[in-house]
């Protein structure tokens, strides 16, 4: 703030003339304490409306309206989402990458923490080969252990793989199998990991993959633990 309550009674009585009071006036600070109360209070909103004109400084539900104000109610708040990741989560949608492989595999890293999987079959990088017509080299493929079936009946197509977010569980709760607690009994409770985690949950999962993948393609998808 520009201005405290003090500095603004000071401003004030400067404006009087001196030979009008003595050097004590708890009356007339008491009378002028009134009106830089005001104006202190102004100086405050003034402070907080500038704040939240800007992402990198709003808070609270204003973050909110802002979001709804640039994606509708695409991209919100999760259940007990902290402003910084959500302010963090705005900036990153506004100038998202969409259309391109990198681009899915970035925005599920983003909502869940854990790389997908992504196989293309009409794409050699992914399938592998039995051996190459240029290249000495095996073609990184094996029964089992790398590779994978391709198709080029299957163009503009892909398998994603998309992994859920680790829960962090909650504190001073048992563990399944521990012994530190039982039915109705000790540190044991129910609890879903939907209440456990700010991550994306399934439904987000699948809708911000459909948003980011090109027109025209097909996106075969599984979430899996």
């Known amino acids: 703030m520009v201005y405290s309550q003090q500095d603004l009674l000071q401003r004030i009585k400067a404006t009087l003339p001196v030979r009008w009071f003595g050097e004590e006036t708890p009356i007339l600070d008491l009378v002028l304490n009134s009106?830089?109360?005001?104006w202190v209070g102004l100086f405050y909103l003034l402070d907080y409306v500038k704040m939240q004109t800007r992402i990198g400084t709003?808070?609270?539900y204003?973050?909110?309206m802002i979001a709804q104000d640039y994606f509708g109610y695409r991209v919100q708040r999760r259940p007990r989402e902290a402003?910084?990741?959500f302010r963090?989560?705005?900036r990153l949608e506004l100038l998202r990458d969409?259309?391109?492989r990198a681009a899915i595999r970035d925005v599920l890293l983003e909502l869940t923490g854990r790389p997908p999987v992504i196989f293309e079959p009409t794409n050699p990088q992914d399938t592998g080969s039995y051996g190459s017509l240029t290249s000495t080299e095996s073609g990184r493929a094996a029964f089992c252990i790398a590779g994978g079936w391709?198709?080029?009946n299957s163009p503009f197509q892909a398998f994603v793989r998309a992994f859920r977010p680790a829960s962090p569980g909650i504190a001073m709760v048992n563990g399944w199998g521990g012994n530190a607690g039982g039915f109705g009994a000790g540190l044991s409770a129910y609890i879903s990991s939907c209440t456990t985690s700010p991550w994306a949950d399934d439904t987000e999962i699948s809708e911000v993959v459909s948003r980011t993948a090109p027109?025209?393609?097909i996106i075969w998808m599984s979430i899996e633990p």
């Open 58 to 60: 709003a808070f609270d």
């Open 83 to 85: 402003d910084s990741s």
């Open 150 to 152: 391709g198709n080029l």
């Open 62 to 64: 204003w973050l909110d």
């Open 88 to 90: 963090q989560r705005i």
């Open 98 to 100: 969409r259309c391109t």
């Open 215 to 217: 027109v025209g393609t």
């Open 35 to 38: 009106l830089s109360a005001g």
